[in-house]
T-cell receptor, first 114, second 116 residues
Framework: DTGVSQNPRHKITKRGQNVTFRCDPI?????LYWYRQTLGQGPEFLTY????????KSRLLSDRFSAERPKGSFSTLEIQRTEQGDSAMYLC????????????FGPGTRLTVL | GEDVEQSLFLSVREGDSSVINCTYT??????LYWYKQEPGAGLQLLTY?????DMKQDQRLTVLLNKKDKHLSLRIADTQTGDSAIYFC????????????????FGKGTKLSVKP
């Protein structure tokens, strides 16, 4: 399977704990995106990388959130001191610079904060 | 910024055509996309249309784009029960990094229910 993969698929944590998610993009894709999706909503952009450089962060990405893509391949998204409002599906997408600019999504990590 | 609106629900009978509509505000989007999401799953790309096109057909899927009205639609012919899902339209955005394109802006999704 050469699609985008995400781990873990599900994460349950207690309020105040830190969590880290991983995304492995399609191997030749140089751009990687993180989105958050809450119930009944479409995905909302959090941040994106071109290779290892983090080029944009949305206002949704509070100081408790940090993302890295150290070698320009996989990426991690860490949430510190989780809050119940962080409960959501976290989606990763990747794309190659191309004429269609199409993003391919992973299966997501569903986070539940108790 | 971009805003994308969709009707929330659509119910059709198996074998009928489904038409899912979307309106958007930012005419600078160069591509508009349709994604499908099944329960508990990620988003599956269905099709996309370039902004200088009016129509694109891909097997059972037909995308119509009216740039003047900023209206996008997805028609699914011969709808099957396996088409039951949430359908999202999305537009790409421009960033200021050398004119490169950035994130997608999504609507809230249209839940398609197909009755046998």
């Amino acid at each position: 399977d050469t699609g985008v993969s995400q781990n873990p698929r599900h994460k349950i944590t207690k309020r105040g704990q830190n969590v880290t998610f991983r995304c492995d993009p399609i191997s030749e894709h140089n751009r990687l995106y993180w989105y958050r999706q809450t119930l009944g909503q479409g995905p909302e952009f959090l941040t994106y990388f071109q290779n290892e450089a983090q080029l944009e962060k949305s206002r949704l990405l509070s100081d408790r959130f940090s993302a890295e893509r150290p070698k320009g391949s996989f990426s991690t998204l860490e949430i510190q001191r989780t809050e119940q409002g962080d409960s959501a599906m976290y989606l990763c997408a990747s794309r190659q610079t191309s004429s269609t600019d199409t993003q391919y999504f992973g299966p997501g990590t569903r986070l539940t904060v108790l | 910024g971009e805003d994308v609106e969709q009707s929330l629900f659509l119910s059709v009978r198996e074998g009928d055509s489904s038409v899912i509509n979307c309106t958007y505000t930012d005419s600078s989007s160069t591509y508009l996309y349709w994604y499908k999401q099944e329960p508990g799953a990620g988003l599956q790309l269905l099709t996309y249309i370039f902004s200088n096109m009016d129509m694109k057909q891909d097997q059972r899927l037909t995308v119509l784009l009216n740039k003047k009205d900023k209206h996008l639609s997805l028609r699914i012919a011969d709808t099957q029960t396996g088409d039951s899902a949430i359908y999202f339209c999305a537009g790409n955005t421009f960033m200021n990094y050398g004119g490169s394109q950035g994130n997608l802006i999504f609507g809230k999704g249209t839940k398609l229910s197909v009755k046998p």
